[in-house]
């Protein structure tokens, strides 16, 4: 039998030492707000061949557009490729999602009305001549397509939210997007089922682009792949009006990453650092090493570390979390093998005592009657939004402390959302009791 000996200590960071913040997707009003990002020559040189576009939407049935558009890279009507929500009245429509190569629709004919104002991922693949629509990870509507002339070549920008073919304030859309990543391969239905609500964390080289869409602040998404593909929020770098704006919401996948060192030895602290990322839907974690669980309701927003102090044992097992959501029963399940140690490396390990502990700026979290805020002199506005964008209570941030009073407020998840004088925005969730 193996012997160990350990003490789990729990080390809950503030976010502030890290600079971390909760993580959004992007909000698109329906009337001006787009994103745009720079041609992309590697998706351009698919032309005819295989691919697959993919991303989490929310659609809203306030929709006005005729044609919503999600993705697409065209300049004109004929040239590239557009995939978009058709709003129109007949059966081949309402609500469904359809795909344009160089000019050419496609239905996602099987494909549901999604002006629902739910969370879904949609998948539109090219495989030879025949394309497939997925939804929420499984396969929905297939449909042959041209053998020929259905290239998807376009020089035009990468736009997310609106289709240059088309002037400003024409065919916006109204939801939420997040997660668009772009494949130069026809990825198949178990890849697909398997990253539908999860990020893409090992990324091959088939994977041309990614965008996460879940930046906190500033005008710019980030490309997870090319940082040469780094996008605009509206149609400049500045503020303008045509910015999305930027919710917590379903639309945006945790990281689905424990970071940490692989490789443990005797009489060490070692840590591991679960992405304060998650979604704010997010209620319960589960940390278990070796079969020993230890039960975590976690403050939102905030790294989470769990720190092994080991005496003796051997170097087998795994480390790993169980995440429970609001949206959906059960853990999903993340973890760490602690196999396989060839090379140590102490330099990357962490000692739970030696943490910076920046001192709270606003608490209790969970909360129930009131939410207190310490006030710095960079500190404008502060507001709380629930989980459908209300704004529930908005006040100035004025002397050393001030007391936001939230007993009618209902049990669940808020972002509180505090201004500051340079423009930017710190968004933070908590959970009323």
Request: proline share 5%; hydrophobic share 35%; net charge negative.
């Amino acid at each position: 039998m193996k012997t160990m000996y350990y003490l789990i200590a729990i080390a809950l960071i503030n976010v502030m030492a890290y600079g971390q913040t909760t993580s959004s997707s992007l909000s698109f009003d329906g009337m001006n707000d787009l994103v745009e990002a720079p041609a992309i020559t590697s998706f351009n040189a698919i032309g005819e061949g295989d691919f697959t576009m993919e991303a989490r939407i929310k659609v809203s049935p306030e929709n006005t557009s005729l044609y919503p558009i999600i993705l697409s890279n065209r300049t004109g009507h004929t040239t590239g490729i557009v995939v978009f929500i058709h709003t129109g009245s007949s059966p081949s429509a309402s609500g469904k999602v359809w795909i344009n190569i160089a000019g050419i629709n496609y239905p996602a004919s099987n494909c549901p009305d999604l002006r629902d104002n739910l969370c879904h991922h949609i998948a539109v693949v090219r495989a030879e001549n025949q394309l497939y629509f997925y939804l929420d990870g499984n396969l929905n509507t297939s449909r042959p397509i041209l053998s020929n002339g259905n290239t998807i070549e376009s020089h035009g920008n990468f736009r997310i939210g609106h289709d240059a073919a088309y002037s400003i304030g024409s065919m916006h859309f109204k939801g939420e997007i997040a997660e668009v990543r772009l494949w130069n391969v026809a990825r198949c239905a178990e890849e697909i089922l398997k990253h539908h609500q999860s990020s893409i964390i090992e990324k091959p080289a088939s994977l041309l682009s990614y965008w996460k869409m879940n930046e906190n602040f500033g005008g710019k998404i980030n490309n997870r792949v090319n940082t040469g593909l780094n996008g605009i929020l509206g149609v400049s770098a500045e503020n303008d009006a045509n910015d999305p704006s930027r919710l917590p919401s379903c639309t945006s996948l945790p990281e689905n990453e424990i970071s940490g060192p692989l490789c443990i030895s005797k009489n060490t602290a070692l840590t591991f650092t679960l992405d304060s990322r998650f979604q704010q839907q997010a209620i319960q974690y589960v940390w278990w090493f070796q079969g020993c669980a230890s039960e975590l309701i976690p403050t939102p927003g905030k790294p989470y570390e769990i720190t092994l102090h080991t005496g003796q044992y051997e170097t087998d097992g795994k480390i790993c979390v169980g995440v429970s959501y609001q949206t959906a029963p059960g853990y999903k399940t993340f973890c760490k093998d602690l196999t396989s140690c060839l090379i140590t490396h102490e330099s990357d390990w962490t000692d739970a005592t030696k943490q910076n502990t920046t001192t709270e700026i606003y608490f209790p979290n969970p909360f129930a009657e009131k939410v207190v805020i310490k006030i710095s002199e960079s500190m404008v506005s502060a507001k709380i939004i629930d989980i459908h964008g209300n704004l529930m209570i908005q006040t100035p941030l004025k002397g050393s402390v001030v007391e936001l009073q939230t007993s009618h407020l209902t049990p669940g998840v808020y972002s509180l959302i505090i201004q500051y004088m340079d423009g930017h925005q710190e968004n933070t969730s908590m959970i009323k009791r």
